[in-house]
Each structure stands twice: as structure tokens, then as C-alpha cells.
């Protein structure tokens, strides 16, 4: 996949990282052309957990959500129209969780499949990763912990990196020429 081909990217917030308890409280999709969608989550009746720890990180309290959240249906049944067949996230075992919690408490199936960004990398750009995530931060200048905000985050990192690749390639190849 190259840089014209952009994938859409998502990413959550949660009620806290306890992979029994937590629930998604924040969902942010980057689509393939940049435009950036979110949903403040109402907490389902079954969801209680709450960490003060992850408040601080994300922002976004319990009173907010109850207040402002969309409930988890209308959530679930946006994201199934606007996604195509697959998302990608850079911790899969975390958002796979929330997003599965997100679509069991709706009673939906998502339309689409969740897939980590590694792989759409080769080693050399994983590799990359870390170092370019954070120069997209500083020069976007956007808080992070914020679904959107990270899902912007994501696709831009992967556009650098997947643009970095392609040039490191091509030299790797003239090289050998």
C-alpha cells in the first residue's frame, strides 16, 4: 500500500486500561482523505468502571459522558457507515477490545475489520514508528489522548513513514544497480 492509498485509522479512549472492566468512552476515526470524525460515548448501563488515572490522561469525565456521550448504538451504526472493510490502530489489543465492547453492548456488528498498523509496515518501518509518531506530534502540535486527535496522529505517521520507506528503498535499489 502506498502513500495515495491511505487507509482510514481509529482509535479509542477508555474508561481506564483494565482489560475486564474498562469500556470505550471516546471514539475517533481519521477517514483515508484526512477528514476526522468523533463520538463522546454515554456509558452503557453495565459499564461502572472509572480510573481517575485515565481521567487525568484523556480529559473526558464520567459527568461528561453522561451528559454530552452518544449512546452506543447510534455510535456503533456511524461508524458501520462510514468505514469500508478495514481500520487499522497502533494497539490492537486494547481498541479490538473496546470496539468489540462497543458493538456487544449495541447489539451491532461492525461492517468492517480491525487490523493493527504494523501490518500494513515492513520491518524497516515499524522500526521507524516510534521516532516518526513523535515528530508528528510535535509538529502537528495537537493534544494526544484525544480519539481523533491520536487517529489523525496514526495516519499521518503512517503517511511519513510508508513516504520514509519508499525513499530508503529506492536509494537501497539505485545502490545496487
Known amino acids: 500500500m502506498n502513500v495515495s492509498e491511505s487507509p482510514a485509522f481509529i482509535d479509542f479512549e477508555a474508561s481506564s486500561l483494565d482489560l475486564i472492566a474498562s469500556y470505550p468512552i471516546e471514539v475517533g476515526v481519521s477517514l483515508p482523505d484526512g477528514t476526522l470524525h468523533s463520538w ?63 458493538y456487544r453492548a449495541a447489539r451491532v456488528t461492525p461492517s468492517f475489520t480491525l487490523d493493527s498498523v504494523s ?39 503512517w503517511r511519513r513513514v510508508v513516504d520514509h520507506g519508499a525513499r530508503h528503498n529506492t536509494r537501497v535499489h539505485a545502490a545496487r544497480s
Do not use: K
Not at 44 to 69: K, P
Not at 78 to 90: F, K, Q, T
Not at 122 to 131: I, P
Open 40 to 102: 463522546l460515548i454515554a456509558p452503557h448501563v453495565l459499564w461502572q468502571d472509572w480510573s481517575e488515572n485515565a481521567e487525568a490522561i484523556h480529559g473526558i469525565s464520567r459527568d461528561t459522558l453522561c451528559r454530552e456521550g452518544h449512546d452506543v448504538q447510534g455510535v456503533a451504526h456511524a461508524l458501520n457507515e462510514l468505514l469500508g472493510d478495514a481500520v487499522y490502530c497502533d494497539a490492537w489489543t486494547f481498541d479490538s477490545f473496546w470496539l468489540h465492547r462497543l
Open 119 to 157: 501490518s500494513l509496515l515492513d520491518t524497516h518501518q515499524v522500526q521507524l514508528w516510534a521516532e516518526v509518531r513523535q515528530q508528528v506530534i510535535e509538529s502537528l502540535g495537537l493534544p494526544v489522548h484525544r480519539a481523533a486527535n491520536d487517529a489523525l496522529i496514526l495516519q499521518e505517521t
